[in-house]
């Protein structure tokens, strides 16, 4: 199933990309990474900056909300933020003149509504300053063993305003089922509910933790559709102990990659092969937090890469 490589640039140099930037005389992309933040761990913001950092993303990080650590372990102390924290950050940097350099927009976990309709708000403010950028939308909304785990009113503001709004959404499968109301059990459905999402406004759909009839029982599969192509990226499943913010990680990987290379079958092959680097090394330690930092090599040069088939 795997290829080793020493160098991502073996599967970037087939694929006919240039996976990590060289900055000599140009500046580096720029993302508005709208999320959650912990202090101690690794989900929302905290998975997901430090990536693209390291990638060469000059990130504009804002918070949602300010949290000790993830909800997962059942207690933590901090905050929700409200949509005017986030609005007047936007406008902030709006004043600085340079929301038209901004190359995308990243949103997760929302925390509440209200600061979900703040996130579609600075998209259009950016929008409105560089027509060409992107908003990359992963829609929080729960996962297939917790259920839903964000507030009421969460889920219909994705399927109704933020995912109508975005180019690309990057639900996991219980996200899938629940914006297109479609069973996903099949490939064929997968994909079905896929274009039912696209159907919703974004071009581009990447599904997450995919497991259909067609997945072995010891892999995990992705699935990416654009312009009516649809491709699979399967690796294999690890053995993870409870692990959460690594669909921050891949939302914000797939989004880079994308943007790079335009093409959703090359960001999801080099996604795919830093996320699987990332939770390997979790995996191997034993850790309950992602190894954001430890791993770091494999966001520029992952170790280990997958086919991309077309399906
Ligand atoms: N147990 C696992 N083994 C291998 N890869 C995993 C595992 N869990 C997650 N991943 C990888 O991380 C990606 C994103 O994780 P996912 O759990 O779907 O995000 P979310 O937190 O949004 O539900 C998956 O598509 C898969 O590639
Ligand atoms: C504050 C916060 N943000 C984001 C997430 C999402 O994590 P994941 O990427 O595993 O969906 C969680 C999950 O517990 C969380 O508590
Ligand atoms: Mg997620």
């Known amino acids: 199933m795997e290829m080793r490589v020493s160098h991502a640039h073996a599967l970037a140099g087939d694929l006919g990309y240039q996976a990590s930037a060289s900055f000599s005389g140009r500046s580096a992309m720029k993302v508005l990474s709208i999320q959650s933040h912990v202090a101690y761990g690794h989900v929302g913001n905290a998975s997901a900056v430090f990536p693209m950092q390291r990638m060469g993303v000059d990130v504009w990080p804002i918070h949602t909300v300010q949290f000790s650590n993830h909800t997962g372990y059942g207690a933590w102390r901090g905050r929700v933020f409200d949509g005017p924290a986030v609005a007047e950050v936007v406008q902030g940097i709006d004043e600085r003149g340079v929301l038209g350099r901004c190359d995308a927009v990243l949103s997760g976990y929302m925390g509440a509504p209200e600061i979900g309709t703040a996130i579609v708000e600075a998209v259009a403010r950016v929008r409105a300053a560089n027509p060409d950028a992107l908003y990359c939308c992963d829609p929080v909304i729960g996962d297939t063993y917790s259920g839903v785990y964000v507030k009421p009113g969460i889920a ?21 089922d629940l914006l297109s109301s479609l069973p996903t059990g099949t490939l064929r459905e997968a994909k079905t509910a896929a274009r039912a999402v696209q159907a919703l406004g974004p071009r581009v759909v990447l599904v997450t933790s995919l497991a259909t009839d067609a997945t072995p029982p010891d892999a995990i599969d992705m699935l990416a559709g654009e312009g009516g192509a649809f491709w699979r990226l399967r690796t294999p499943r690890l053995d993870l102990k409870a692990v959460s913010g690594a669909g921050d990680a891949i939302a914000a990987l797939f989004l880079v990659h994308y943007l790079r290379s335009g093409s959703a079958a090359t960001a999801l092959g080099m996604a795919g092969a830093s996320i699987h680097g990332l939770l390997r090394q979790t995996a191997e330690a034993g850790s309950t937090e992602l190894l954001t930092v430890e791993a770091q090599d494999e966001f520029v040069s992952p170790s280990v890469v997958f086919p991309v088939e077309a399906v």
């Open 156 to 176: 219909d503001f994705m399927r109704d305003r933020a995912v109508p709004t975005a180019d690309i959404v990057t639900p996991n499968q219980f996200e899938l």
